[in-house]
Each structure stands twice: as structure tokens, then as C-alpha cells.
Antibody, heavy 123, light 108 residues
Framework: QVQMVESGGGVVQPGGSLRLSCAAS????????VHWVRQTPGKGLQWVAF????????YYADSVKGRFTISRDNSKNTVYLQMNSLRTEDTAWYYC????????????????WGQGTLVIVSS | EIVLTQSPATLSVSPGERATLSCRAS??????LAWYQQKPGQAPRLLIY???TRATGIAARFSGSGSGTEFTLTISSLQSEDFAVYYC??????????FGQGTRLEIK
């Protein structure tokens, strides 16, 4: 079945870096875009970034632009989120999710989501 | 950025009854709205997209309606497994994609 599995979360100090991974299976990964979405108790669900099926187009939330970089390796069925200059407000559960579209037609709704990985930014 | 406001924040309904959840957009999103269900300790699950189209495998008791700025998710006869938090999400004007703050559906 279609599955997304995140990893790489942990505790990091403010100003530090972390790289999250999202391993996909059960579908033709190279045909689909992937999103990152984060969730905190205070701010709820927040879309973070999207990468097109071939990696040519990337989009970011303003709150992470210039600090986070989304990338993918279609040979490994994996999407990455490189997070630099981390702030305490980046503390959240980070989910990756498959875009329900196909190749150049992305739909921007998320199905399915992974189980999430927790990032804690604290000194 | 489009702001989505969900109401009520918490809804108490008895099993077998109907639940109606609302989502209002700060400007028109056409029918580009999705609904998700999230249970404790789990990731959100897609229920509805294009405001009224059920996702694969979603029970017929879940239905969505609306367009423009006013949307509704209706659960026709609540089952025990339906008590959860529900989120709406717009994808009409992006980036950014935005979510509502959620409605908690609890057992009365």
C-alpha cells in the first residue's frame, strides 16, 4: 500500500540544523509531488514546502523561506527537508505527504500522510 | 494569505446523530477545499477534496458541500470511530496552502 515514512527528527539547539527524510513506497514515486506539513499544539497545521515530481519546482512558506530546503532523490524514493538556522518556533511534528496529483498536474491536497517525526528546538 | 475559520471549536454529539461542521474562508477559494480527520496520535487522513468529492475508501456518511467562502462537512450518523478532530484546508490561492484551526468532535 502507499506509505510515507519520516525520519530524522530530534532535539537541536536554536541556530542548529537538521535534515528530515521521507521514504515513500507503494506507488511510482517519480510521478508525484510531495509536501511537508508541520503541526504544533499552538498553531495547528502549517504547510511548509512542496517539491514537484521531478524536483524542478519548489515552493515554501514564508516562515521557512531561506532557511529550509526541500529536495528529492527519485532513485531512492526519498524526499528531504534540510532545516537550517532553526528557531524555537520550528518545534513541531513534521509530516510528509504525497500530493494526489500526477506529474505536472499537482492538486495540493495530501494523501496519504506519514506518521510524522518530532523536531524540538531548545537550548 | 487566506484564513480559514472553523466552527464550532468543539462539537458534542451523540452516536447515531448528525454532525455539521463549518469552515469559512476569508476570501473565495472556489471549490478548492479539502477536509481531513485526525485521531489522537495519528496523522491526518484525507476525507474530502474539491469540497464535495469523497476520497478513496471514505464512508458514504461523510459528505461535503459549499463553494466560495462557506463550506460544510456533514457526518450523517455518527459512529464511535468518527470522534476526532476535523480540519479544512484550502489550495485555491497558494503558496501558502492554509488550514483551519480544527473542530473537535466529542461524544455527548
Amino acid at each position: 500500500q502507499v506509505q510515507m515514512v519520516e525520519s530524522g527528527g530530534g532535539v537541536v539547539q536554536p541556530g542548529g540544523s537538521l535534515r528530515l527524510s521521507c521514504a515513500a513506497s507503494g506507488f511510482t514515486f517519480s510521478y508525484h509531488g510531495v509536501h511537508w506539513v508541520r503541526q504544533t499544539p499552538g498553531k495547528g497545521l502549517q504547510w511548509v514546502a512542496f517539491i514537484r515530481y521531478d524536483g524542478d519546482n519548489k515552493y515554501y512558506a514564508d516562515s521557512v523561506k531561506g532557511r529550509f530546503t526541500i529536495s528529492r532523490d527519485n532513485s531512492k524514493n526519498t524526499v528531504y527537508l534540510q532545516m537550517n538556522s532553526l528557531r524555537t518556533e520550528d518545534t513541531a511534528w513534521y509530516y510528509c505527504a504525497k500530493d494526489d496529483g500526477y506529474m505536472s498536474s499537482w492538486y495540493n491536497w495530501f494523501d496519504p500522510w506519514g506518521q510524522g517525526t518530532l523536531v524540538i528546538v531548545s537550548s | 494569505e487566506i484564513v480559514l475559520t472553523q466552527s464550532p471549536a468543539t462539537l458534542s454529539v451523540s452516536p447515531g446523530e448528525r454532525a455539521t461542521l463549518s469552515c469559512r474562508a476569508s476570501q473565495s477559494v472556489s471549490n478548492n477545499l479539502a477536509w481531513y480527520q485526525q485521531k489522537p496520535g495519528q496523522a491526518p487522513r484525507l476525507l474530502i477534496y474539491y469540497a464535495s468529492t469523497r476520497a478513496t475508501g471514505i464512508a458514504a456518511r461523510f459528505s461535503g458541500s459549499g463553494s466560495g467562502t462557506e463550506f460544510t462537512l456533514t457526518i450523517s450518523s455518527l459512529q464511535s470511530e468518527d470522534f476526532a478532530v476535523y480540519y479544512c484546508q484550502q489550495y485555491n490561492n497558494w503558496p501558502p496552502i492554509t488550514f483551519g484551526q480544527g473542530t473537535r468532535l466529542e461524544i455527548k
